[in-house]
């Protein structure tokens, strides 16, 4: 009966919903339990913090940065042919053209998508093992609140380290879009540099770096939570990684929309 | 002293348990018996706090189960020890990490005392020198020893056992039995261990039950459950596929 398939999806719509609610609710509660008490927390839970911070941070640097070198290298090229070509005499707007996208849209998006396959996967394989094989049914026979031990690290590094990663992308980009104009379009050095900040202001940068805060939140939460969920053996595993990076991936791109529309209003 | 009473638990349609009743005696070994799949492993679940019944109180030592708050739920939850079918060992933290993370998180030790004292607890089950070792690098007996270890490093008031031998050779199995029996006779703890495997129930039992459709159908002393004239308790003990308990 269509009536009642569609009233089972709808109920099991809200229940995901809530669960997820009550999972962001738990999740905000340690969080805050965690940075209240600074020193108690890192003498507590510093480890899987420290752990993260270099799963999340240091160990994704390259695969973010050749990534962002070829995007930024791709990026001058277009944009070269297409001034050269279509507009001839205005490849001295080479560093706005390269710039501008980088450090709006690019820098940050890029950098969320690249961490959700990257960390989010793994976020999501790491935990929902741990849920398969009762390892955080151990941890709660060991006194240890599994989101506080699990959760928190890995939102706080998503968190802290994403502005960073996005950091490291742009000036990356931006330089192989250096490179390419340089080197295979002519295109004077000093000019490319010049003309970037006459475009890219503070607010690009800042409204950039936020957004990628807010990703590093999204990847965090939603591929933890996918964990969590996980149930069913090797196939719930795959089955919630596959669902982490795509809600994560999703979640992304469409937040991505209306945060630059709230920071182009109130920033 | 646990105190089990009016216990029920369902997962979707299937009713697991029907209101199970259990006194737990301190410092006794109770063995509960039963089916694969009939709920034995759910009651222990609910007994250590990791699954809420949906009706029904666990009491240990008169206080109601789940019933604390902060220091005082950690607490609570530091006096059980609980041995998992698969050992639950934590994948990314070596044998000796395992065996000392309580203490790492709960006590002030220096890295010196807890080496000591992990080497003690995996002397205690009879194993040594595999401190650096992973988890992934152990044998399923060996990491069962290792998960006992770690359980046993807080000095719990009570050991949970579920499904001690499983998966594990008649020899290995023994071993496990006198292991129980050796902690026991050391910590002097209250022990429940949840099998189907009779060998282990009469080596390790001070008193047996079954567990049977979701309910406690019988409760005895070693002695007492191995003459119990009730056909039931006699098909499971003897292992006939004939009787009056159904194959699942």
């Not at chain 2, 992934?136 to 719990?156: H, N, Q, T, Y």
């Amino acid at each position: 009966m269509p009536v009642e398939r569609l009233k089972a999806r709808m109920t099991g719509f809200f229940e995901e919903a809530g669960r997820l609610f009550l999972f962001n609710m738990e999740l905000f509660r340690e969080t805050l339990g965690f940075v209240s008490r600074p020193r108690r927390s890192l003498k507590l839970d510093g480890q899987p913090l420290w752990a993260q911070l270099d799963q999340i941070g240091a160990l994704s640097v390259p695969v973010v940065l050749i990534t962002a070198l070829f995007t930024g290298m791709v990026l001058a090229l277009q944009a070269g042919l297409t001034l050269e070509i279509k507009l001839k005499g205005v490849t001295q707007f080479m560093g706005r053209t390269v710039a501008l996208p980088f450090i709006r849209e690019l820098g940050p998006v890029l950098t969320g998508l690249i961490v959700t396959g990257r960390i989010g996967s793994a976020i999501a394989a790491e935990i929902g093992t741990m849920a398969v094989t009762e390892q955080i049914d151990a941890l709660k026979t060991l006194a240890t609140p599994p989101l506080r031990y699990l959760g928190v690290p890995r939102l706080l590094a998503c968190v802290a380290m994403m502005p960073v990663l996005t950091a490291l992308a742009c000036v990356v980009g931006l330089l192989g879009g250096f490179i390419v104009a340089k080197l295979m379009l002519g295109i004077n050095g000093n000019v490319y540099w010049a003309d970037i900040p006459q475009m890219v202001t503070a607010r690009d940068l800042i409204s950039g770096l936020l957004k990628t805060v807010f990703f590093g939140g999204v990847i965090a939460v939603v591929s933890s939570y996918q964990g969590f969920q996980a149930q069913g053996g090797a196939e719930g595993v795959g089955r919630a990684t596959t669902r982490a990076v795509v809600w994560s991936s999703i979640i992304i791109l469409i937040s991505d929309y209306f945060l630059t529309a709230f920071f182009a209003l109130f920033l | 002293m646990i105190t089990v009473r009016g216990i029920h638990k369902r997962f979707g349609d299937l009713q697991v348990l029907r209101g199970v009743d259990l006194d737990v005696r301190p410092g006794e070994t109770l063995v509960v018996l039963g089916q694969s799949g009939g709920g034995k492993s759910v009651l222990l679940k609910v007994i250590a706090g990791l699954l809420e019944p949906d009706a029904g109180l666990v009491h240990i030592d008169g206080k109601v189960r789940g019933g604390m708050r902060g220091e005082a739920a950690q607490r609570e939850a530091l006096k059980f020890a609980y041995l998992f079918q698969g050992a639950a060992l934590f994948d990314s933290l070596t044998v000796g990490e395992n065996v000392t993370f309580a203490l790492r998180r709960f006590t002030d030790k220096s890295a010196a005392e807890l080496y000591a004292i992990a080497e003690e607890r995996l002397n205690w089950v009879g194993l040594r020198g595999i401190q650096a070792k992973k988890p992934a690098e152990l044998s399923g007996g060996m990491r069962k020893r290792v998960g006992l270890a770690r359980a046993i490093a807080m000095d719990p008031a009570y050991i949970l056992y579920d499904e001690p031998t499983t998966g594990l050779d008649p020899i290995s199995s023994d071993a496990v039995a006198d292991l129980i029996l050796s902690l026991q006779a050391r910590l002097g703890c209250t022990s429940v261990v949840v099998t189907h495997d009779m060998p282990l129930a009469f080596k390790t039992g001070d008193r047996l039950c079954l567990l049977n459709q979701g309910r406690m159908h019988a409760v005895a002393d070693k002695e007492a459950f191995r003459t119990l004239d009730d056909p039931m308790v006699q098909q499971f003990i003897h292992g006939r596929a004939q009787g009056p308990i159904q194959f699942l």
